[in-house]
């Protein structure tokens, strides 16, 4: 998480299912951000991972900067790994320092 308050970022977890399971499956893989529940779906829909024939949102993970800009969004399977977060980080620091 360094990285992360170093490039002045945050990342959060989003996923339509609900607080308790959310925290179940942080605790279950060991997640160290946010994992947020949008049980409505209203975010699932407004950033397009909502899938309406299934009914599913794909998992994502975002990387919000100081400006709440969203520098980075992983979908789908690899956003459980935050190595992609980790490299926007990497690339948000390079910047900030020229």
Same mark, same amino acid.
């Given at each position: ?5 170093a490039?002045?970022?945050q ?5 339509m ?5 959310? %925290? +179940?499956? =942080?605790e279950?893989i ?6 947020? $529940?949008?049980? %409505? +779906?209203? =975010?699932?829909?407004?950033?397009g991972?909502?899938n309406?024939? $299934?009914g599913?949102?794909?998992? =994502?993970?975002?990387v919000v ?21 980790y ?12």
């Amino acid at each position: 998480m360094a990285k992360f308050e170093a490039a002045e970022t945050q990342v959060f977890g989003i996923s339509m299912d609900s607080f308790a399971a959310n %925290k +179940r499956f =942080a605790e279950d893989i060991k997640v160290n951000f946010p994992l947020l $529940s949008d049980w %409505k +779906r209203s =975010a699932t829909k407004d950033y397009g991972l909502y899938n309406e024939e $299934s009914g599913y949102g794909a998992r =994502a993970t975002f990387v919000v900067d100081k400006e709440g800009k969203i520098q980075h969004v992983e979908v789908g399977r690899t956003a459980i790994d935050p190595t992609g977060a980790y490299q926007v980080c990497d690339l948000l620091l390079k910047k900030k320092k020229g």
